[in-house]
């Protein structure tokens, strides 16, 4: 009896290194009534929603570190002033996009030579706000549900 218990209350981890790798822990882990296994015992539906689930997750985690990393390297060069290499034509020409609605928010700063582009820094900070929010919209709606 207390075996089975048990086993009803364990917790499903869906924040484990293969799955969120880069970031830290956001929340406790969600707790399901059942075991995440491919047993007859298990509800098929449960397991295909809690796979479902780390796939978002998994895919929101690797949009968002792209994502991040181009626009840092954009700061990068808007800081530097770079402007004749193929590889920053391109790098502009992906995250323009990206960076369009947070376009002239902030004045570019000079700095010793240098130039701070704010625009680009709230950008990346929106960015990773709205998809830390969004996991935890899918993680509630989950866990509800």
Same mark, same amino acid.
């Given at each position: ?12 981890? !869906? ?9 830290? @822990?956001?929340? /406790? ?5 059942? @075991?995440?296994?491919?047993?007859? @015992? ?5 397991? !295909?929603?809690?796979?479902?689930? %780390?796939?978002?997750?998994?895919l929101l985690? &690797? ?6 990393? =181009? ?9 530097? %002033? ?7 034509? $391109?790098?502009? &020409?992906?995250?323009? +996009?990206?960076?369009?609605?947070? %376009?002239?928010?902030? +004045? ?14 709230v /950008?990346?900070? /929106?960015?990773?706000? /709205?998809?830390? =929010? ?10 509800? $549900?």
């Amino acid at each position: 009896m207390k075996n089975t218990q048990q086993e009803r209350e364990e917790i499903v981890d !869906f924040y484990t290194d293969s799955t969120d790798p880069l970031h830290g @822990r956001i929340s /406790a882990p969600l707790v399901l009534s059942q @075991r995440l296994s491919f047993s007859p @015992r298990t509800n098929w539906f449960t397991t !295909f929603l809690t796979i479902i689930w %780390r796939k978002i997750n998994q895919l929101l985690l &690797l949009s968002l570190s792209i994502l991040v990393l =181009l626009l840092f390297i954009r700061f990068l060069i808007e800081g530097f %002033r770079l402007t004749s290499s193929l590889f920053v034509q $391109w790098t502009m &020409l992906l995250s323009s +996009p990206f960076i369009y609605p947070f %376009r002239g928010m902030f +004045p570019v700063l000079p700095y010793h030579g240098f130039f701070i582009d704010a625009s680009t820094l709230v /950008a990346i900070v /929106a960015y990773i706000l /709205a998809t830390t =929010l969004l996991r935890q919209l899918l993680k509630t709606l989950l866990t509800n $549900w």
